[in-house]
């Protein structure tokens, strides 16, 4: 069974740090590139970072400079790591596996999501 679940504090403060985990099931981590997207309310769903299954990263153009995404193999884990949070980085947070791609999230698995709040 398929499975992304994705763990992190959903309130954070201006200036602070955001760390985000995502452990998926072993049949989809080791073959896909990994990626976190978010959703700000009245926006459409953007690529925040993406890696691939040999570390290959990518960064959406809103967050560069201040994120940075890592995989654990061993731990079947992607971790998200977002710094000098501002009030617009609140949205809501999801984790994918990506099978083709963070070009393609219509062909995502996706986890449950995590809604995060950067208040002052």
């Not at 309310?41 to 993406?50: H, K, P, S």
């Not at 570390?55 to 710094?83: C, F, P, Q, W």
Request: aromatic residues 6%; charged residues 15%; contains cysteine.
């Amino acid at each position: 069974q398929v499975q992304l679940t994705e763990s992190g504090r959903g309130l954070v403060q201006v200036g602070g740090t955001l760390r985000l985990s995502c452990t998926a099931s072993e049949n989809i981590f080791g073959a896909n590139t990994m990626g976190w997207f978010r959703q700000r309310t009245g926006n459409q769903r953007e690529l925040v970072a993406a890696i691939t299954t040999i570390g290959g990263t990518i960064y959406g153009d809103s967050v560069k400079g201040r994120v940075t995404i890592s995989r654990d193999n061993a731990k079947s884990t992607v971790h998200l790591e977002m710094s000098s949070l501002k009030p617009e980085d609140t949205a809501f947070y999801s984790c994918a596996a990506l099978p083709l791609g963070p070009e393609n999230p219509g062909h995502a698995v996706w986890g449950q999501g995590t809604q995060v709040t950067v208040s002052s």
